[in-house]
């Protein structure tokens, strides 16, 4: 079993930065895929931006330029960096990771972490 920790979530005002890191507890785990996603108040889950092991990255609409995704691999972390903060990502976001652990594919999800952005 593998567990995601994420940490960096808090409260910042428009137009400030806040750094996300989620960190997979499993160092023999193959990662194929990190990717955040954020769930914002009485809306459905949606996807923030991914990044693969090979180094492709997407993000969703209205984030690129603004949030930045990176992975660490030798430390299994993810990185989402968030600038120019706008009221709408107030959002509780989750880590997801997905790839191989003793030949098995698998996939985790953090337990989330709240951004609160004010006006």
């Known amino acids: 079993q593998v567990q995601l920790v994420e940490s960096g979530g808090g409260l910042a005002p428009a137009g400030g930065s806040l750094r996300l890191s989620c960190v997979a507890s499993e160092s023999n785990f193959k990662i194929n895929k990190m990717a955040w996603y954020r769930q914002p108040p009485g809306k459905e889950r949606e996807l923030v931006a991914f990044?693969?092991?090979?180094?492709?990255?997407k993000y969703a609409d209205g984030i690129m330029g603004r949030f930045t995704i990176s992975l660490d691999n030798s430390k299994h972390t993810v990185y989402l960096q968030m600038n120019s903060l706008e009221t709408e990502d107030t959002a509780v976001y989750y880590c997801?990771?997905?790839?191989?652990?003793?030949?098995?594919?698998?996939?985790?999800w953090g337990q989330g972490t709240q951004v609160t952005i004010s006006s």
């Open positions: 990044i693969t092991n090979g180094g492709t990255i």
């Open positions: 997801y990771l997905d790839g191989w652990l003793r030949q098995s594919w698998s996939h985790y």
